[in-house]
């Protein structure tokens, strides 16, 4: 299952730019459904047809436009998902519904939308292979060293399993592969490696953490089963979510 993921983002972003930005949006689509049905568990009922259209139209408006008109978009389907969950109901529930779909909103498809953000670039491609690779050495290189040296949980009332021998693993290895991206994908400083490392491990860690903080007081244990052996989407996507803007920011302003 990794393998074939790997193929079909590696796929999308050589063939054609635009295969990447599609599939993200399906991607991300789903993840909103999965999030969507688990809230449900609260008894929280978010509106997903403003929430599946507003996801989509950030991400288009980012590819096709940058940053201003993917806020634009942000503010107009937060303003969708009020409208909507106000006209279908109207009581208090409706507040607590709409809190949490502009929660969705935010955490999915706008973070998404800066990996998208990256896709624009001359050197899109070559970007977002960077970005992905720098949380996926993080994920493995916090896993091995985790299961060899792991001792002192990080967050053991949230991810036990977590440990601080496991993220010095995830810094290490992240370094390695940062500054090999951004010397030989992005033609950058190696410095620029550094800085992506130690902000994609951090952002990683803590969307990470989220996540399982989320699932624990959802009392799930993976957000849903699409992906055999994997999980839910948002159990692959959960890093790369909180990590996309802080890897944006350091490849478009030092790379």
Do not use: Q
């Not at 635009?18 to 999965?34: D, M, Y």
């Not at 053991?156 to 290895?173: D, N, R, T, V, Y």
């Amino acid at each position: 299952m990794g393998l074939g993921l790997i193929a079909l983002l590696l796929f999308s972003l050589y063939f054609d730019i635009r295969i990447f930005v599609g599939l993200a949006a399906v991607v991300i689509a789903a993840g909103v459904w999965e999030v969507a049905r688990a809230v449900t568990l609260r008894s929280i009922r978010v509106p997903l047809v403003p929430l599946w259209v507003g996801g989509v139209g950030m991400m288009v408006s980012a590819f096709v436009g940058g940053e201003a008109p993917l806020l634009m978009a942000f503010a107009l389907t937060c303003g969708a998902i009020v409208m909507w969950r106000v006209l279908e109901d109207g009581g208090l529930a409706s507040i607590r519904d709409s809190a949490t779909g502009m929660f969705i909103a935010t955490y999915l498809p706008f973070l998404a939308s800066f990996a998208i953000l990256l896709a624009r670039r001359p050197d899109g491609p070559w970007a977002v292979l960077t970005f992905v690779a720098v949380v996926v050495a993080n994920d493995t290189g916090g896993y091995a060293a985790g299961v060899l040296y792991g001792k002192h949980p990080m967050a053991p009332s949230i991810s036990p399993k977590k440990s601080w021998e496991g993220f010095a693993g995830s810094l290490l290895l992240a370094v390695v592969v940062a500054v090999a991206m951004a010397v030989f994908a992005l033609d950058a400083p190696w410095w620029v490696g550094i800085a992506l490392a130690v902000a994609g491990v951090a952002a990683s860690t803590v969307g990470d953490l989220s996540e399982s903080l989320i699932k624990r007081d959802l009392g799930l244990k993976d957000m849903g089963s699409i992906l055999p052996g994997h999980g839910g989407i948002m159990d692959r996507l959960d890093s790369l979510l909180v990590a996309a803007p802080f890897v944006y920011v350091i490849v478009e302003h030092l790379a």
